[in-house]
C-alpha cells in the first residue's frame, strides 16, 4: 500500500476476505483434528522459542496483524492478508507504517484488543520494555522498528529507522502473533491467552497439547473445527503406524521423508501426500574459535568433502534441493537456481575432484592416513538430524578425519550450540519466512544470537543491511547473490541441502492447503473440516 489514496481498497479487499463465511460451501462443522508433536514443546509461548515444537500446536491460538493467505501455498509479499489489521500505509518515506486495528476483537479471557496490545507486543520483541521473557530469538527481525506509536484504541504506527520492504513479510509470519499486554509472560509459557480460533484447553509436557474452538472469535463462521489435539511422540515409526490405524488425521509437516513414502501409501493409499520445500536446511557447523578449526583452510577441506548429491538421494529420496541459504526457485523467492550454485568452487566439479582437493589441503596441515584428525560430530537426538548427521561423519572419514558421532538429547541440544559446547555438529535450521531479512540476519550477521558459528565479515554485514533497504526485487536478488558468493568462500555454516519432504493427511480432511516454502506459516487451521 503506497498511499492513503488506497487505503480504501484495502478495506474493501479485508472485508471481502473477512466475509468469506457467507458464502456456500459444504464445510461440516464440528470434529477434533489430531496430529502430533514430534518433541516436547519447551513452551507455549512462539515469541520466545524458535521451534516448530511450539509453532506447530500454538499457532492456533493468536492472530497476527497481518497473515499469509492460508489458501495460497507460496508465501510471498503478493498474498499477505489482513488479520488483526484491517488495512495499512505507508508514509512518503516508507519509514512510518500505519495499521487500522480490527475492533471489537476480545482477547480468551474476554478483555478487549486494542492498539497498547501491539505496542506491548513490539516494545517487548525489541526489549525497548522488560517482556519477562526467558529467549528473544527474533530480536532482530525487529532492529529497524525504532518505536511503535498509538493513537487511539484503534491504530497504530511502527516507525522505522531505514526503508524495510519486507517489515510485512515479517509480520505475516506464524511466529509474528500479537501477545496480550495484561498476561505475563509465565503464563503465556503454559496456558497462552490469544484472540485466535482456538483457545488452549490444556498442555501436558511429553503427553498432548488440546486446544477447543473459541466460541467468540471475531471471524465469523470460523473454526470449523470444535478442537484439535497434537500427541507428542517421539518415536517416528510409532506416529507413522498411528497415523496408518487413523488415530491421526494429519502427520506433522516434513515427517514423510522421501524413501518413507512408499510404506506410509501402503498403509493409507487413500491418503493425500504433498511434498514441499520446509524452509529448513541442513547445514555444517565448525567452531571457528576452537583449534584446529579456527584454520580457514581445514574448514575449506571440509566443504570441500561434502557430498551434497549423495544427501539428498540417501536421506530426501531425491527431493531436497541444493543451493545456499535462500531457499531454490520455484518455491524459494529470493535464490537463484542450483544451477548457479554448481558454479562455485565448493560445489563445482565431481565429488572425487573435491575431495582429491581436500586430502591435499589435510596433508599440508598434518593430517594423512596415519595421522588423521579425531573429532566428535555433535547432533540433535531427533530423526531428521540423525539421518544426515551419520553422513556427515562418513564424508568427513573420507579426507583422514577420525570422526564419531555424538548424540546430544534435545533439550541440551540449543544450549551447547549457543554457548560453542561443540566443536563439529550437524545442525537443521529452520528459516521463519524465505526472506533475507530472516535467513541473513540471523545466520549470519556479526553477533546475531542464532548465529551459532560466530561467523563475522563487515562486508557480508554491509551487503545484509544493503539488500534489506532496497525495494526494487531484481536488485535486491542480485545483492543477495554476491551474500551467497562470501558465504559460500568463507565456508560460514555450509548448507548440505534444503530440505524436501511430505505431509500427509487422510482424505476426510478437507480444506487444508500445504505451504510451499515454509513449515512455519500454515497452522491456523480455522479453514480445516472434517468429512465424517
Known amino acids: 500500500m503506497n498511499s492513503r489514496n488506497s487505503l480504501g481498497l484495502v478495506a474493501v479487499l479485508a472485508l471481502s476476505w473477512a466475509a468469506l463465511p457467507t458464502v456456500a460451501m459444504a464445510q461440516k462443522p464440528g470434529g477434533v483434528l489430531r496430529s502430533y508433536e514430534v518433541s516436547n514443546p519447551p513452551s507455549a509461548s512462539i515469541l520466545e522459542e524458535a521451534t516448530s515444537a511450539t509453532a506447530h500446536p500454538f499457532m492456533a491460538v ?37 495499521m487500522k486495528l480490527r475492533q471489537g476483537v476480545t482477547w480468551h479471557d474476554g478483555k478487549p484488543f486494542t492498539s497498547n496490545d501491539v505496542k506491548c507486543t513490539w516494545d517487548w520483541s525489541t526489549e525497548k520494555v522488560a517482556s519477562g521473557f526467558r529467549k528473544n530469538p527474533r530480536k532482530l527481525w525487529w532492529d529497524n522498528v525504532k518505536d511503535v506509536t498509538t493513537n487511539g484504541d484503534h491504530e497504530v504506527t511502527f516507525v522505522l529507522g531505514r526503508p524495510q520492504p519486507s517489515l510485512l513479510t515479517l509480520m505475516a509470519s506464524g511466529l509474528s502473533p500479537v501477545y496480550p499486554c495484561h498476561v505475563p509472560a509465565r503464563v503465556m509459557r503454559v496456558k497462552p491467552i490469544g484472540t485466535g480460533p482456538f483457545r488452549v484447553v490444556s498442555f501436558e509436557a511429553n503427553k498432548i497439547v488440546r486446544l477447543e474452538k473459541n466460541p467468540n472469535y471475531w471471524r465469523k463462521g470460523r473454526p470449523y473445527l470444535d478442537g484439535l489435539e497434537f500427541s507428542i511422540i517421539g518415536s517416528r515409526g510409532t506416529r507413522l503406524l498411528a497415523f496408518a490405524a487413523k488415530e491421526i488425521d494429519m502427520t506433522f509437516v516434513s515427517d514423510v521423508t522421501g524413501p518413507l513414502l512408499a510404506d506410509v501409501k501402503a498403509r493409507s493409499p487413500e ?7 520446509t524452509g ?16 580457514p583452510k581445514l574448514r575449506e577441506a571440509m566443504m570441500l568433502t561434502l557430498d551434497r548429491d549423495a544427501m539428498v538421494k540417501i536421506v530426501s529420496g531425491g527431493n531436497a534441493a541444493i543451493s545456499g541459504a535462500m531457499l531454490p526457485p520455484p518455491s524459494g523467492v529470493w535464490s537463484e537456481p542450483t544451477e548457479k550454485f554448481m558454479t562455485l568452487p565448493s560445489y563445482a566439479g565431481t565429488i572425487e575432484e573435491r575431495r582429491e582437493k581436500a586430502i591435499k589441503i589435510m596433508a599440508e596441515l598434518g593430517y594423512t592416513a596415519d595421522k588423521k584428525l579425531k573429532i566428535k560430530v555433535g547432533t540433535r537426538d531427533y530423526q531428521s538430524y540423525k539421518d544426515p548427521a551419520v553422513l556427515l561423519v562418513d564424508h568427513l572419514n573420507r579426507i583422514n578425519f577420525d570422526a564419531e558421532l555424538e548424540i546430544i538429547e534435545t533439550s541440551l541440544y540449543y544450549g551447547r550450540i549457543t554457548r560453542g559446547d561443540y566443536a563439529v555438529a550437524l545442525n537443521l535450521t529452520g528459516t521463519g519466512v524465505d526472506d533475507p531479512d530472516v535467513t541473513m540476519f540471523e545466520g ?36 543477495v547473490w554476491k551474500i551467497e558468493q562470501f558465504l559460500a568462500e568463507d565456508a560460514a555454516r555450509p548448507i548440505i541441502f534444503q530440505n524436501r519432504s511430505a505431509t500427509c493427511w487422510h482424505p476426510y480432511v478437507k480444506g487444508y492447503v500445504l505451504h510451499q516454502n515454509s513449515i512455519y506459516n500454515s497452522w491456523r487451521f480455522e479453514d480445516i473440516w472434517l468429512d465424517k
Open 444 to 479: 549470519y550477521l556479526c553477533g546475531s544470537s542464532r548465529n551459532y558459528t560466530n561467523y563475522c565479515n563487515k562486508d557480508v554485514d554491509k551487503l545484509i543491511y544493503e539488500q534489506s533497504a532496497e525495494s526494487e526485487v531484481a536488485k535486491r536478488k542480485a545483492i
Open 62 to 98: 493468536f492472530n497476527n496483524l497481518v497473515i499469509f493467505d492460508q489458501a495460497e501455498p507460496i508465501n510471498r509479499p503478493e498474498v499477505i492478508r489482513p488479520e488483526l489489521a484491517e488495512s495499512w500505509t505507508w508514509d512518503a518515506d516508507k519509514t512510518k507504517l500505519t
Open 280 to 295: 529448513v536446511s541442513a547445514n555444517l557447523l565448525v567452531n571457528r574459535e576452537k583449534a584446529p578449526f579456527d584454520n
Open 271 to 277: 491418503a493425500t501426500c504433498e511434498f514441499a520445500m
